[in-house]
């Protein structure tokens, strides 16, 4: 059975950070781009970071560039996203995905992960 377990969400004032894990299990993900989506009430599911299979290549949304990290263990079982400068906008729930191929659009991921809550409050 496939698992993707997101860990690390909380509560955590403005300006804080977090760091969330995302362990994979059950199958290889050989080859597999991973990507981290966030999505609050009421808002589509939104992009929020992605990394290549090798760690070399990585993507992010506008709204996190300079403030979030995605990095992904060498063992290739463990992808995290450290997130620091918190805003209130980062509230949502964080789920990771492993896909084929290193983009922005959910569709094309295959494997999701139930999502761990941020609350950051003002």
């Known amino acids: 059975q496939v698992q993707l377990v997101e860990s690390g969400g909380g509560l955590v004032q403005a300006g804080g950070s977090l760091r969330l894990s995302c362990a994979a299990s059950?199958?290889?993900?050989?080859?597999?781009?991973m990507a981290w989506f966030r999505q609050s009430p009421g808002k589509e599911r939104e992009f929020v970071a992605a990394?290549?299979?090798?760690?070399?290549?990585?993507k992010y949304a506008d709204s996190v560039k300079g403030r979030f990290t995605i990095s992904r263990d060498v063992a290739k079982i463990m992808v995290y996203l450290q997130m620091n400068s918190l805003k209130p906008e980062d509230t949502a729930v964080y789920c990771c995905?492993?896909?084929?191929?290193?983009?922005?659009?959910?569709?094309?991921?295959?494997?999701w992960g139930q999502g761990t809550q941020v609350t950051v409050s003002s």
């Open positions: 995905a492993a896909g084929t191929r290193l983009t922005e659009t959910p569709a094309e991921y295959n494997y």
């Open positions: 059950g199958r290889t993900f050989s080859g597999y781009a």
């Open positions: 990394i290549s299979w090798s760690g070399l290549l990585t």
